[in-house]
């Protein structure tokens, strides 16, 4: 009887022993698995640092590239404003020689416009029918200018040649041409008795009396004119006979 239960306590005190040690060791390798969880906490968020860093440190780089690709950018809507301005300069230029070029054509078309302007006198018919168209103000400017035509004709002062080598008679007017057919000379003669010596100069003074005498049979008055003259024939009664223009 004493023995089984001395057996029956050493068996339970062994057993006590053995639940004693394993709870111990249970306890031990509970510490040391959360040690080890913290340090893999620990590593896993010095690595999650180590990988925000890098990613800081990507995001400052990318930032470092953009600045210089926006510099980029500004240098080159510098360069495109620094190369517009040439050529809006150019475009100015271009302007300036534009209406530098259209003066000359301006300057010519005033030319034209005062040739056309410039005074001029047609007589066509009898010039015996009336001689008061000799004192009229237009005939007397024309004259000067070397603008008059009588008869569909006028004299050539350009011609160079002028000796009269044909002649023909249109109504009360002699037409004398060169050999090239230039009309060098056109004499018209004026109604008998009507235009005085005096009433001539009077009206013709504007123009330049180059000389004054005496023929067989009355007197001359001769004008100088732009590019050539005119010579007024008077009676011996002082009336004009006829008028020469040259």
């Given amino acids: 009887m004493n023995n089984k239960l001395l057996v029956f306590s050493s068996s339970v005190l062994a057993t006590g022993l053995l639940l004693g040690a394993s709870n111990g060791l249970g306890g031990s390798n509970t510490a040391h698995a959360n040690t080890t969880n913290n340090n893999m906490n620990g ?21 470092q590239e953009d600045m210089p690709m926006n510099h980029n950018m500004d240098d080159m809507n510098g360069n495109m404003n620094q190369e517009d301005m040439p050529m809006n300069h150019n475009m100015d230029n271009m302007n300036g020689n534009m209406n530098q070029e259209d003066m000359p054509m301006n300057h010519n078309m005033d030319n034209a416009a005062q040739k056309t302007m410039m005074p001029y006198y047609n007589y066509t018919g009898y010039t015996t029918y009336d001689g008061h168209f000799t004192q009229n103000y237009d005939f007397v400017r024309a004259l000067k200018h070397d603008n008059v035509m009588i008869d569909g004709y006028k004299v050539n002062t350009a011609a160079n040649d002028k000796d009269v080598a044909t002649s023909k008679k249109v109504n009360d007017t002699m037409i004398d041409m060169n050999k090239d057919g230039q009309v060098v000379h056109i004499t018209f003669d004026t109604k008998e008795n009507t235009i005085s010596k005096d009433m001539f100069k009077k009206e013709h003074m504007s123009n330049h009396m180059a000389d004054e005498g005496q023929t067989n049979d009355g007197s001359y008055l001769t004008y100088t004119t732009n590019n050539g003259m005119y010579k007024a024939f008077f009676d011996n009664q002082g009336y004009l006979m006829k008028v020469m223009i040259s």
Avoid: F, I, P
């Fill in 43 to 63: 590593n896993m968020n010095q690595e999650d640092m180590s990988m925000n860093h890098n990613m800081d440190d990507m995001n400052g780089n990318m930032n």
